[in-house]
């Protein structure tokens, strides 16, 4: 069975754009999770989704927004990009939204904004 | 609020030595912790969880934690390194807010270095 999977594997964009980052989670998986990771340091919770709906955000600016679709796809939008968005995003889908579940990660998107 | 501290951003060790990647956790509800592992330019891989029950668990590639709930620590350790264990590990712990949110809180990492 396939993964979870994400596109782009890379993305340039400059200060001020907006980018949207997707995310198909592995089959039968229906929450998703996004996560932040910078340079040299630990992934940073953005969102979760489950069954469409919001159901956890982490400390983010409202310049990142996310969906879920009723595949369970997902995307992440961050708008009026800055320099410290530069990061690789992550992706992780769950069966359920348990916290005994582990979450599975995709390879991620390297985001560098210039 | 949750939070994991990895100790030691480096550990080096000898190939076929001990293994051993520090992890304390805080948490204000009784936690679910996780170890990944993650290669060059990829994701993160799961390498164990703990939820409930046994403290210790075993993971894949040889790969064991013990859970301490009186050191509220949660260490990686490998009987014996290979040099295909070279990477970044990160410990994690559940949020567990409410609603179910379920976002993982990650220590800032572990880099493993196995010397030949």
């Known amino acids: 069975d396939a993964g979870v999977t994400q596109s782009p594997t890379h993305l340039i964009k400059t200060r001020g754009q907006q980018v949207t980052l997707r995310c198909s989670p592995i089959?039968?998986?229906?929450?998703v999770s996004w996560y932040q990771q910078v340079l040299g340091q630990g992934p940073q919770f953005i969102f979760q989704?489950?069954?469409?709906?919001?159901?956890g955000r982490g400390n983010f600016p409202d310049r990142f927004s996310a969906r879920q679709f009723p595949n369970y796809s997902s995307e992440l939008n961050v708008n009026a990009l800055l320099l410290g968005d530069s990061a690789l995003y992550l992706c992780?889908?769950?069966?359920?939204?348990?916290?005994?579940?582990?979450?599975?990660f995709g390879p991620g998107t390297r985001l560098t904004v210039l | 609020a949750q939070s994991v501290t990895q100790l030691g951003s480096h550990v080096s060790v000898s190939e076929g030595a001990l293994v051993l990647l520090r992890c304390n956790y805080s948490?204000?509800?009784?936690?679910?912790l996780f170890w990944y592992v993650q290669y060059p330019n990829q994701g993160l891989q799961l390498l164990l969880k703990?939820?409930?029950?046994?403290?210790l668990v075993k993971g894949i590639n040889g790969f064991e934690a013990e859970f301490k709930k009186s050191e509220t620590s949660f260490h990686l350790t490998k009987p014996s390194a290979h040099m295909s264990d070279a990477a970044e590990y990160f410990c994690?712990?559940?949020?567990?807010?409410?609603?179910?949110?379920?976002?993982?809180?990650f220590g800032k990492g572990t880099h493993l270095i196995i010397q030949p």
């Open positions: 989704y489950y069954e469409k709906e919001e159901r």
């Open positions: 994690a712990v559940t949020s567990g807010g409410g609603g179910g949110a379920d976002g993982l809180t």
């Open positions: 089959s039968g998986h229906k929450s």
């Open positions: 703990y939820t409930t029950g046994a403290t």
């Open positions: 992780a889908s769950s069966l359920v939204i348990s916290r005994g579940h582990p979450q599975y």
């Open positions: 948490s204000s509800v009784p936690p679910y």
